[in-house]
T-cell receptor, first 117, second 114 residues
Framework: AQKITQTQPGMFVQEKEAVTLDCTYD???????LFWYKQPSSGEMIFLIY??????QNATEGRYSLNFQKARKSANLVISASQLGDSAMYFC??????????????FGDGTTLTVKP | EAGVVQSPRYKIIEKKQPVAFWCNPI?????LYWYLQNLGQGPELLIR????????DSQLPKDRFSAERLKGVDSTLKIQPAELGDSAVYLC????????????FGPGTRLTVL
């Protein structure tokens, strides 16, 4: 079974509007971490935001926020006030394991976001 | 602070030839990862090092792939012999290994096997 599912292969958003990229995960661990990365056409993966499974508040980093719904096993990325430079591939990833370095990270297949002027 | 450095950026070889990729992680990062990324897909872990020890190489095809991280700093990933299906981007990442495992990625090496 897929551990990370990103159901939106492609998304479009108008510049300056908000967009939500979906991510659901599957794990039996109680301790895990969820990450979002951005991969522009240049190819380099850029870390955006992190949410720990025990974090009670949703993570935020500037225009990025993570809508964490533990019971639903979802970790959606919200980008507010989209900019043209946000056009890229976005990957959701999960790290499993009690020790923060005990488990490897599993990545979803990504969502291509296109911001329209 | 310098990021993760990888070389070469691009490599074109014929099948059955050997190839090697090099990675220098961020200074002080104990954990180093090698990933394979096929077009339109997410990265798949090949091997993870904690210092010089390979702690997870379960996804590394050991019949043709090998890796080393001598002295726990830079690392080399080798394929011998290369096959057509090995065409992909090979990503290296590192993390501090000090209570956080946010991974920082290099630009990748795009391998084309003809």
């Amino acid at each position: 079974a897929q551990k990370i599912t990103q159901t939106q292969p492609g998304m479009f958003v108008q510049e300056k509007e908000a967009v939500t990229l979906d991510c659901t995960y599957d794990t039996s661990d109680q301790s895990y971490g969820l990450f979002w990365y951005k991969q522009p056409s240049s190819g380099e993966m850029i870390f955006l935001i992190y949410q720990g499974s025990y974090d009670e508040q949703n993570a935020t980093e500037g225009r990025y926020s993570l809508n964490f719904q533990k019971a639903r096993k979802s970790a959606n990325l919200v980008i507010s006030a989209s900019q043209l430079g946000d056009s890229a591939m976005y990957f959701c990833a999960m790290r499993e394991g009690q020790d923060t370095n005990a488990g490897k990270s599993t990545f979803g297949d990504g969502t291509t976001l296109t911001v329209k002027p | 602070e310098a990021g993760v450095v990888q070389s070469p950026r691009y490599k074109i070889i014929e099948k059955k030839q050997p190839v090697a990729f090099w990675c220098n992680p961020i200074s002080g990062h104990n954990t180093l990862y090698w990933y394979l990324q096929n077009l339109g897909q997410g990265p798949e872990l090949l091997i993870r090092y904690e210092n010089e020890e390979a702690v997870d190489d379960s996804q590394l095809p050991k019949d043709r792939f090998s890796a080393e991280r001598l002295k726990g700093v830079d690392s080399t990933l080798k394929i011998q012999p290369a096959e057509l299906g090995d065409s992909a981007v090979y990503l290296c990442a590192s993390s501090p290994g000090l209570g956080t495992d946010t991974q920082y990625f290099g630009p990748g090496t795009r391998l084309t096997v003809l």
